[in-house]
């Protein structure tokens, strides 16, 4: 089993910038996705931005295109965190903000994680 925490989501102006961190603790896998997804009242679930790693490979990330240059996903192995940057904000970003663990490489569906946070929450007011 994997744990994830996620931490750091609030209320925030548009245009303004919040960091989201994911501890993770628990089992661990070869390779790896963290991803992070958001939901807003009334829309499905939505893929924001994941970071794959495997072994010594430092991996990739890649994100949804609403989202490119205005967050930055990022992890710190001595911490077990993946962190997402979000500055720019706007009023479209507020949502649930999920974080989420896959065992395989470059996951981007929500059919491809296994574990899942309980979610934070980001608003951002206009």
């Known amino acids: 089993q994997v744990q994830l925490v996620e931490s750091g989501g609030g209320l925030v102006q548009a245009g303004g910038s919040l960091r989201l961190s994911c501890a993770a603790s628990?089992?661990?896998?070869?390779?790896?996705?963290m991803g992070w997804f958001r939901q807003a009242p009334g829309k499905e679930r939505e893929f924001v931005a994941a970071?794959?790693?495997?072994?010594?490979?430092?991996?990739?990330?890649y994100y949804v295109d609403s989202v490119k240059g205005r967050f930055t996903i990022s992890r710190d192995n001595a911490k077990n965190t993946v962190y997402l940057q979000m500055s720019s904000l706007k009023p479209e970003d507020t949502a649930v903000y999920y974080c989420?663990?896959?065992?395989?490489?470059?996951?981007?569906?929500?059919?491809?994680?296994?574990?899942w946070g309980q979610g934070t929450q980001v608003t951002v007011s206009s």
């Open positions: 989420a663990a896959a065992g395989r490489l470059r996951a981007a569906s929500s059919a491809e994680y296994n574990y």
């Open positions: 628990g089992r661990t896998f070869s390779s790896y996705t």
């Open positions: 970071i794959s790693w495997s072994g010594s490979w430092s991996g990739t990330t």
